[in-house]
């Protein structure tokens, strides 16, 4: 079996030197991030903080498998994660522009809602839905700023557990669905 596998990412290698949108690069190293602040009326706020590092490899002409890891970070709550396998499409625009589209799926252990994470506990999982779509502009051969909008849907259950003193007295379910619009800027380096 290991045989196969090396096999299996020498192609993968091999095909990706001829697959790059640009000349001479298999992979793309991006990070995005983004800040929400949230406040209603005079006494509630609160701040949520994004960022989301990818390795992109190109497979074919324009293709790239581009996973990601977004981390959140929120006042009063735990870190949540949200972790991501896209497929993006890349093509070249007008002067130093490369315009692309993804879509993928993921996991996540929270839900970003008006600046405070939903869940972002142990042992639950929401499925994640991503759509989005952006631009790349060239400062030099390698180096770029990322602009995207993001579209996303959390979906799934959990269980709430009601507590007297310091005994569990039961729990309940919980079903979300949540949709997201974000917009996203960050850098992008091709190697």
């Known amino acids: 079996m290991r045989p196969t596998l090396c096999l299996a990412a020498a192609l993968v290698l091999a095909a990706s030197s001829f697959a790059q949108p640009l000349p001479g690069k298999k992979?793309?190293?991006?990070?995005?991030?983004?800040?929400?602040?949230?406040?209603?009326g005079s006494s509630t706020s609160s701040s949520l903080f994004f960022l989301s590092p990818r390795f992109g490899v190109f497979v074919t002409e324009g293709l790239e498998v581009e996973p990601e890891i977004t981390s959140m970070f929120t006042s009063g709550a735990d870190p949540a994660y949200v972790a991501n396998g896209n497929l993006a499409y890349n093509f070249k625009a007008?002067?130093?522009?490369?315009?692309?589209?993804?879509?993928?799926?993921?996991?996540?252990?929270?839900?970003?809602?008006?600046?405070?994470?939903?869940?972002?506990?142990k042992d639950v999982t929401f499925?994640?839905?991503?759509?989005?779509?952006?631009?790349?502009i060239l400062f030099s051969e390698d180096v770029a700023v990322r602009t995207e909008f993001r579209y996303q849907r959390f979906s799934g259950t959990y269980q709430n557990q009601y507590w007297l003193d310091v005994a569990p007295q039961g729990s309940a379910s919980q079903s979300y669905e949540v949709t997201l619009f974000s917009v996203q800027f960050g850098l992008t380096v091709f190697l």
């Open 127 to 136: 499925g994640v839905l991503n759509l989005g779509a952006g631009v790349k």
């Open 27 to 40: 992979f793309e190293l991006s990070i995005s991030g983004g800040y929400q602040h949230f406040s209603s």
């Open 94 to 121: 007008q002067g130093r522009a490369l315009v692309f589209v993804l879509a993928g799926y993921g996991i996540a252990n929270g839900i970003p809602i008006e600046g405070v994470v939903t869940g972002g506990m």
